[in-house]
């Protein structure tokens, strides 16, 4: 008898979720809404800033952004997209649009942003190879309605660190100042020899915390916190080699033979 009585109520409710089967991302957009808006918490106030992408990590491979380009995160908005997010470089400005923030996490309700041709339109070869990569972790959160999270990071010599992350722990790792050609010029550290063939070795007058040797494509093929590296398994051709210490980061180009 009880089912006889539900029965009716049943069918409606399935016939209404078929119905909201084709807006399932709608609904899902709008969940994330209101439990952002039952926990409200203050957004991290550093977040809304320029930022500049340093490189992405996608199933622990890395990819090295080939320039400085930028986000910016801008507080104000409207009802419909609280937070505005502008990537202004370096060809042509998009945009996306952000849900509610609060201290540790973030929604990506629209994007118009992070199209490989849009960006690099005319540019190398090498941003479309990187944005074509990149632009997943933000194309996937507004798919999924999942919000990614965030860390900000103080560091030296005014410098902050942004990292974004989602549910599966790939992330972009952003800088909130631009590396210019004059900070690149100013290298704290000797690689030698070079072209190498077994081992490379480095020197430096400040503590070196960590070593990446990155391929031309920007994945990463060796990391040590040694000044001295076996490079006899790598295959020949250029690489890039990162290192940082506690004055900050420096790329040295290498020849492996």
Same mark, same amino acid.
Not at 36 to 63: H, M
Not at 66 to 75: A, H, K, L, T
Not at 152 to 171: A, C, F, K, S, W
């Given at each position: ?98 849900? =509610?923030?609060? &201290?540790?996490? $973030?929604?990506?309700? *629209?994007?118009? /942003? ?8 005319? !540019? ?70 070079? =072209?190498?063939? &077994?081992?490379? $070795?480095?020197?430096? *007058?400040?503590? /070196? ?8 494509? !920007? ?39």
């Amino acid at each position: 008898m009880a089912i006889a009585i539900l029965l009716p109520f049943l069918l409606n409710f399935i016939a209404l979720l078929r119905y909201n089967c084709m807006k399932k991302r709608t609904l899902l957009a709008l969940l994330v809404l209101f439990v952002f808006s039952g926990n409200a918490q203050d957004p991290d106030p550093r977040i809304f800033s320029s930022w500049f992408i340093i490189e992405y990590i996608e199933d622990e491979v890395t990819y090295v952004a080939p320039d400085n380009y930028e986000i910016e995160i801008v507080e104000e908005g409207d009802q419909t997209c609280p937070h505005l997010f502008y990537l202004p470089n370096p060809f042509n400005s998009s945009w996306g649009c952000l849900g =509610p923030i609060n &201290e540790t996490q $973030f929604v990506v309700l *629209a994007l118009g /942003i992070l199209t490989e041709g849009e960006i690099c339109q005319g !540019g190398p070869q090498e941003c479309e190879d990187f944005f074509a990569v990149y632009q997943d972790l933000y194309s996937d959160a507004q798919n999924s309605g999942i919000p990614l999270s965030y860390t900000i990071e103080d560091q030296q010599n005014g410098l902050r660190r942004l990292t974004v992350t989602n549910e599966d722990g790939d992330r972009a790792i952003y800088r909130n100042q631009y590396l210019s050609v004059d900070e690149l010029a100013k290298p704290q550290a000797i690689v030698y020899p070079n =072209p190498v063939t &077994e081992e490379l $070795f480095i020197r430096s *007058a400040t503590q /070196i915390e960590n070593v990446r040797i990155y391929s031309v494509q !920007g994945k990463l093929v060796l990391e040590s916190s040694s000044t001295t590296l076996d490079v006899t398994s790598m295959q020949n051709g250029l690489y890039f080699i990162e290192i940082a210490s506690d004055e900050g980061k420096e790329i040295h180009k290498i020849i492996k033979q």
